[in-house]
C-alpha cells in the first residue's frame, strides 16, 4: 500500500531530505509540501502540491500522513488541526517544553500521534542497552554526556541528548531535571555522584554526536553515536508515517513502538 505524505516544513534541511527520500521510494507518495510563505520559493518546480498552510491542504488529502519537522509551536499547531480531521502525524521536532510535551500527550488521546526526538535506528538501539549498562556497571561509574551540533540548531541540549540522558537517570533511579548539569563554571566544587553532565558544542555542519561517558576507577567507557547524513532520521520517519497508517488514537507513540 502507498502512504500518502504531507510534510510541514517541506524547505527545511529535514523537510527536504524526507521529500528527496520519499520520491525514491514507490511506497510513498508526496500529497502535499507545506512551509511558510517566505519559504516556498524552495519548493519551486515541485508537482504535487504546494502550499503555505496545511488548513490549505488537508481538505484534498484525507488520511495522509502529515510528517512534521519544524519548531515546537508549529508542530503542536498541526497536532490541534489533525485532531479535527483525523490525519494521523509524525513529529520530529525538539526543543518542546514540558507544557507543550503535556498537550501533545493529551492530543493524542484523541488523534493518532508520533513523536521521537530521533528517528535513527542506533540510537534508538542506544535507548535500550544504555540502561542495562550503567546497571551493570554499577553506582561507581560517573555518568556525562556531550553533543555536538551544526550552528543553525536552535535547541540545546539536543532532544536526543536528553532522552538519552532520561534513560540513563531512570537506570539510576533519577529524574533527569533533578540530576542534569549542562554548565560548569567557576569554582563548583566536587562533582556531586547524583549528577548527569550534559554539555553542548555548537559548529559548522555537524549533523549529530553524542558521546555517553562512564567513567570509572581506573577505566572509562565512550558509547558514541554519529550521524553522517540526515537521511537515518529521514528514513525513520517516512517508517514511522507509514507505521501510523490505520493506527488508532490512545496514547503518543515513538520509534520504541516499531522496533
Ligand atoms: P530547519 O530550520 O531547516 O527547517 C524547519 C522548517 O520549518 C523551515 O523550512 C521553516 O520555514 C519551516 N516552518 C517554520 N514555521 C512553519 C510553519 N508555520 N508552517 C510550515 N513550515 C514552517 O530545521 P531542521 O534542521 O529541518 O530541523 C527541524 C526540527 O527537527 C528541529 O526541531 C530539529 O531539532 C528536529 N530534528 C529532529 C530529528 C529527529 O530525528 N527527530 C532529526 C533532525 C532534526
Known sequence: ?????????????????IARLAKEDPAYQLAALVDRPDCLDRLRGETCLVADSLDAVLPRCPGASIIDFTAPAVSLNTARTACRTGNPVVIGTTGLDDAQ????AELARKTPLFWSSNMSVGVNVLLKILPELTRALGEK????????HHNRKKDAPSGTALSLGECL?????????????????????ERPKAQIGIQAL???DVVGIHTVYFFGPGERIEVTHQAHSRDTFAQ????????????????????????
Open 169 to 189: 537517570a531512570e537506570a539510576r533511579g533519577w529524574k533527569l531535571s533533578d540530576v542534569r548539569c549542562s554548565a560548569r563554571d567557576g569554582i563548583i566544587g
Open 141 to 148: 561509574y560517573d555518568i556525562e554526556m556531550m553533543e555536538v
Open 236 to 259: 525513520g520517519a517516512l517508517r514511522a508515517a507509514a507505521w501510523m497508517q490505520g493506527r488508532t488514537a490512545g496514547r503518543l507513540y515513538g520509534m520504541q513502538d516499531i522496533f
Open 101 to 104: 510535551k503535556a498537550e501533545l
Open 202 to 204: 555548537r559548529g559548522g
Open 1 to 17: 500500500m502507498t502512504t500518502q505524505l504531507i510534510i510541514m516544513g517541506a524547505g527545511g534541511r529535514m523537510g527536504q531530505t
